[in-house]
């Protein structure tokens, strides 16, 4: 107890680093520069037979105090034969291999060594004993079998060596051993014979591996094609499921057919495999692979890539595309369902891939059904929450499913039940969509069923109520000519969406439009009366536009002064002066338009709008501009000029910036705004500042010239002083 506390009690207390620091190198080459060199043995030499007794018996002592010390150890007793071997003393080498046999007889490499030291030696029948009584005793192991069948065949004893072969497959050993003596009875002319072994193996072990090495046996050492193809055949046949579903099987079969320049068998054979296993993606249960079969299965798919570059035409190699990229998108899916992208790439790859096929063959339909699969099963992963946001994907799903079955099958009747499944999903109560309903409806219609269209739009109209809605009905209902109902549509609309200017505007001009004038204004006073719309300004420029379209300048004047009422925007002034100048369209002339930009400009000017008051200037000097070339008069031109105010350049500190910072601005000063004194005086102020600076820079310009023409008249007095100092 005591010792257990002193050692947690021990502490390291300085922990830094030594002043001399050793590295691991150099502890490894002290140690081994400070190791004992190995002391040789002493060398013997021999004289006479006694003293050569005296050694045998010293070197025999050696040995079996190192038995006695471990008797266990094979290594002593195998050196302690190899000793005996080496001075002839077979007796005595056989003596120790068989004392060595009583320590341990389950020791294969005590027999194997013991068959060598009797093969070493050509004692022949000695040799046959021992390997017989070895694989009695140890019949699985397979080098001792070898060891015994090398034997026999190297003596020439053909007979034997087939009986121990015969003997050691009564064993059932692995594939190599049937494989060994299959290439036995090939070596010594016996195909018949080999042909049966082989048979006898496949027949022991029905699994790919034994049929394949049949198959390889039957082709490169036989010689044997239609033997070699039989077993292929029978591999696909015969074996179970597990077996078949290998990759090498078919990568075997389809190299062995390739070579054979059977190119059409190995297509089909590369199809099957492609088929059977799912190849250029993931199969249906991938995780239960190993790595080794995932490995095999690529390299088959690549070399059905390769084969068809090699031999196959476009529409192979296209369809090769097409295999693989259906099973990349058969594990997309599988991983997750609610991947509607994932839905939609499928579905336009089997599209166009179908088209591309309609346009090579007489089926035109021959890949419908695998696009109605696909459709299906994307439409069966409905949206599990209740957000808008998750269906809109989905929803466009049913209607690239219903364009597929109208535009391509021409079947309007399945297009219509599409549409009509997808309504059924949609939880209305809680959203709904408006594209859904008006392309249901306009589908109706090119199914020539306007009754039913009417009744799907009345129900969108009930149970989504969407503004597109009533657009697209009152389209509908237009473009037939229907005018009463399009009125009713708008009343509909407008009880709904009392606010909406646009449907305001359309059903006036739809008013408009045939004829209805009295209707049309009574509309648009309806539609400004209104207390809340999201946009005025297009109700009363559509009033005004069609009041002026009629010809109507009182009006159009009335209408002026009622928005000037509820909004002063420059936008009013500039557009009534502009109506006011356009006599083609009623208006007084420019007279009356220079009275709507005046008074607009006292207005704004009253308010203290400047940025107004500039953009109404710009309008007014424009629109004199025009004038002044058209007539030749300036006068008035000079007159708006003289209200346009000067940009002014100005800091102030900056609102955000606690610190006192400064941030520069433009203001505009108006030469009329003399009112206030102190405003007058700052202009004025300012003027004579600009002039000042001009006449600052006027000065320095002319001092420059004259240090000019005083430097150029230095410069010819000091040439003149050198030409007198050189006469």
């Known amino acids: 107890m005591s010792l257990s506390n002193s050692r947690t009690t021990t502490r390291i207390k300085n922990r830094a680093p030594a002043a001399i620091q050793i590295s691991a190198e150099q502890i490894l080459r002290e140690a081994a520069d400070r190791q004992e060199g190995h002391a040789p043995e002493p060398i013997v030499k021999i004289h006479d037979a006694e003293e050569y007794q005296a050694h045998l018996r010293d070197r025999r002592k050696h040995f079996e105090d190192n038995i006695r010390y471990r008797r266990e150890h094979i290594g002593n007793w195998v050196k302690y034969a190899r000793f005996e071997e080496e001075n002839k003393e077979y007796e005595r080498g056989r003596s120790v291999f068989e004392r060595a046999l009583e320590v341990d007889y389950r020791s294969p490499e005590l027999w194997l060594r013991y068959a060598e030291f009797e093969m070493r030696n050509e004692f022949v029948n000695h040799a046959r004993n021992v390997l017989d009584r070895a694989v009695q005793i140890l019949p699985r192991v397979d080098f001792l079998w070898y060891k015994y069948v090398f034997l026999e065949e190297t003596v020439g004893d053909i007979a034997k060596c087939r009986a121990v072969f015969e003997r050691w497959m009564k064993w ?147 369809e090769l595309v097409l295999t693989k990229q259906r099973a990349q998108y058969q594990k997309r899916m599988e991983e997750d369902p609610y991947d509607y992208d994932g839905w939609f790439e499928w579905a336009k790859m089997e599209e166009e891939s179908s088209s591309s096929v309609t346009e090579s063959s007489s089926s035109p339909n021959s890949n419908i059904a695998a696009i109605r699969d696909i459709y299906e099963r994307a439409v069966s992963y409905v949206p599990p929450s209740d957000l808008k946001d998750d269906w809109r994907r989905y929803i466009y799903l049913w209607i690239y499913y219903a364009v597929y079955e109208e535009l391509t099958n021409r079947d309007l009747n399945r297009a219509s039940q599409v549409y009509q499944t997808c309504l059924s999903l949609i939880p209305h109560e809680r959203f709904s969509f408006a594209k859904i309903w008006i392309l249901a409806a306009q589908l109706h219609v090119r199914r020539k069923n306007l009754t039913a269209a009417r009744k799907l739009f009345g129900r969108a ?267």
Request: overall charge negative; charged content about 35%.
């Open 461 to 727: 109209i009930g149970m989504c109520g969407k503004e597109k809605i009533y657009k697209e009905y009152i389209a509908m209902e237009l473009a037939l000519g229907e005018v009463d109902r399009c009125r009713t549509l708008y009343n509909n609309y407008l009880k709904a969406m009392p606010h909406n200017c646009q449907a305001w505007s359309k059903y006036a001009q739809l008013e408009k439009a045939v004829g209805e004038t009295e209707r049309c204004r009574a509309l648009y006073e309806l539609a400004i009366a209104q207390p809340a719309l999201d946009m005025p300004e297009l109700l009363w420029k559509g009033y005004i536009d069609f009041e002026i379209d009629e010809g109507e300048a009182d009006r159009v004047r009335a209408l002026y002064q009622r928005l000037l009422e509820k909004t002063g925007h420059v936008k009013v002034w500039i557009s009534w002066a502009q109506f006011e100048a356009t006599v083609r369209l009623g208006g007084k002339g420019l007279e009356e338009s220079r009275r709507v930009f005046e008074r607009g400009y006292q207005q704004l000017k009253a308010e203290g709008l400047k940025d107004e008051r500039v953009l109404l200037l710009d309008e007014w000097r424009a629109m004199e501009k025009t004038n002044s070339t058209a007539n030749n008069d300036n006068a008035a031109l000079a007159a708006v000029e003289a209200k346009m105010p000067r940009r002014i350049k100005r800091k102030r500190p900056r609102e955000e910036d606690a610190g006192g910072g400064w941030e520069e601005f433009f203001e505009y000063q108006f030469p009329d705004d003399v009112e206030d004194g102190a405003a007058a005086g700052n202009f004025k102020i300012l003027e004579m500042a600009a002039k000042w600076k001009e006449q600052q820079k006027k000065m320095a310009q002319q001092q420059n010239k004259q240090q000019d023409d005083s430097d150029d008249d230095s410069d010819d007095d000091d040439d003149d002083d050198d030409d007198d100092d050189d006469e």
């Open 172 to 318: 059932q050993p692995d594939d190599n051993a049937w494989l060994s003596f299959a290439r036995f009875e090939t070596r010594h002319g016996g195909l018949d014979r080999a042909e049966a072994v082989l048979r006898d193996y496949v027949n022991t072990y029905p699994s790919a591996r034994a049929f394949l090495r049949f198959a390889k046996w039957a082709e490169y050492e036989a010689k044997q094609t239609p033997l070699a193809r039989t077993i292929f055949e029978s591999t696909l046949s015969e074996l179970p499921p597990e077996e078949v579903k290998q990759a090498r099987v078919f990568s075997q079969f389809a190299s062995f057919e390739e070579r054979q320049g059977e190119h059409e068998r190995a297509r089909v054979i590369y199809r099957h495999a492609i088929e059977l296993l799912k190849l250029g993606g993931a199969t249906e249960h991938d995780d239960d692979l190993s790595d080794y079969e995932k490995s095999k299965r690529d390299e088959l798919y690549k070399a059905y890539i390769t084969f068809e570059k090699k031999h196959g035409d476009r529409e192979g190699i296209e």
